[in-house]
């Protein structure tokens, strides 16, 4: 399926979908995104298809229903449990979405899409994204990219063969508070002063593996056509290392993309520790902590990072980037989010009257007879930010991906910056298998 005028496609959505493309960019047009009616779509619809309707493709579902001028035209999921629910779901708000449980199937019957949503497991990343984009589709990608740094480099290269839109699902990129914090606090106040040091970590409680209703288990051979061993590989796919890269990969690459981002650079190294400590019946580490050096403008910088599943200790998820002058923790969990002022820093008052900052009533300073050693530092004095995101998470970058499917934008992490990204979380299980620091060569970071 190509955007080309062509015998063999449907005149009616080839207008449409160029109009999408085309008209609204050319015309300088922005859309007033008048809420439509749910089950009667505008002809100016987004027609799209949601591949994966697990725990990650219902969050994004959920998210998707608030978005005006989407079409839901097909559901697709082996299980038919999930590709149940999928379709059940969106019945239930207006639409009529077909179900298939082969997404070859799909793309050969649904010839009026214009954009999928892929949220299967990340060893199908590659190959249903590049099926999809070949099809003339545009793509939103959960992260990781794929389970191998080949499968995530061939993603890139079909996107610039094909010239289609391939946003990948690093969803804080487009979150508002880590936007105000990296070129607001950052960039143009630069509150931390010169960062030296970052910390970041994902804690979670031990939980017990995935199950699933005995009536709804998926046939054997079914399985292994789709590359499983079983259904509990099926249902627990993330800890499988023919699957997918571990928590490194499914929790980290949120954090460390952070990392590279606010920084605007790769690290040259990596150091790793790990091990499949508690769980038997799991292949990847349910713990890894590892240490990147970066070699920045403002001189040497080293994160550590920490992803652990048997205890969630410690505070939950953040990633705190620690300067001379002051530190910035930044997390999804507004409750996490705090700026910190060092007592040499420069006055904040401007910050404040400027809305950047904002008092934070804090704890109370400990009195000085609590003090341990001399030389403690003084208590921090705490800021928030005053920026509140008011929707589901992972509905920005959505909404950021559709409007520049419409031309109204571009994307806030195309597969380019985020292979460039995690092309330094591929190196970490390596790292931990090596027992020793692994540097990155230029090459690591191209496509």
């Not at 007033?32 to 749910?38: E, F």
């Not at 009026?112 to 939103?140: E, Q, R, S």
Request: overall charge neutral; hydrophobic content about 40%.
């Amino acid at each position: 399926m190509t955007d080309s005028p062509s015998p063999q496609l449907n005149p009616t959505s080839w207008s449409r979908r160029g109009f999408l493309k085309t008209g609204l960019a050319a015309g300088g047009m922005v859309l007033a995104a008048p809420a439509v009616l749910r089950g009667q779509p505008s002809a100016n619809a987004i027609n799209i298809a949601l591949v994966g309707v697990g725990s990650q493709g219902r969050v994004l579902l959920d998210s998707m229903l608030n978005i005006p001028e989407l079409n839901f035209v097909a559901v697709c999921d082996i299980w038919e449990l999930s590709q149940r629910y999928g379709v059940n779901r969106l019945k239930k708000a207006g639409f009529n979405p077909n179900g298939y449980t082969d997404i070859e199937d799909m793309l050969a019957k649904e010839q009026n899409l214009d954009a999928v949503i892929i949220a299967t497991p990340d060893f199908w990343h590659a190959p249903h994204t590049n099926m999809c984009l070949k099809a003339g589709l545009h793509v939103y990608c959960e992260k990781m990219m794929a389970h191998t740094v080949e499968s995530a480099r061939s993603m890139v290269q079909t996107m610039r063969e094909t010239g289609k839109l391939l946003q990948i699902g690093h969803q804080r990129r487009s979150n508002p508070r880590y936007l105000h914090a990296l070129h607001n606090i950052i960039e143009k106040a630069k509150i931390p002063g010169r960062i030296t040091n970052i910390n970041g970590q994902w804690n979670r409680a031990v939980s017990e593996d995935l199950g699933w209703p005995k009536r709804y288990e998926i046939p054997a051979d079914t399985l292994q056509r789709y590359g499983f061993k079983d259904m509990h590989q099926f249902r627990n796919w993330r800890w499988f290392k023919d699957l997918s890269g571990g928590p490194i990969s499914d929790l980290g690459a949120h954090q460390i993309d952070i990392f590279n981002w606010f920084l605007g650079t790769g690290p040259k190294s990596v150091m790793a520790s790990g091990g499949a400590d508690y769980y038997d019946t799991h292949e990847w580490y349910d713990n890894v902590m590892a240490i990147f050096e970066y070699d920045t403008a403002q001189g040497p910088v080293r994160a550590f990072y920490q992803v652990l599943t048997t205890t969630s200790a410690g505070g939950g998820y953040f990633e705190q980037f620690m300067g001379d002058e002051g530190s910035v923790k930044i997390s999804e969990n507004p409750n996490l989010t705090k700026v910190y002022r060092e007592d040499r820093a420069p006055d904040w008052e401007k910050w404040i009257e400027l809305n950047y900052l904002r008092r934070s009533a804090g704890a109370p300073a400990p009195k000085e007879a609590a003090t341990v050693d001399v030389r403690e530092t003084a208590p921090l004095v705490a800021y928030d930010l005053p920026v509140v995101l008011d929707k589901p998470l992972h509905q920005p970058h959505l909404e950021n991906f559709f409007a520049a499917v419409r031309g109204q934008a571009k994307l806030n992490c195309d597969a380019a910056h985020a292979f460039e990204s995690e092309a330094a979380i591929f190196k970490v299980n390596p790292a931990v298998a090596a027992r020793k620091a692994l540097d990155f060569t230029p090459e690591d970071f191209k496509a």
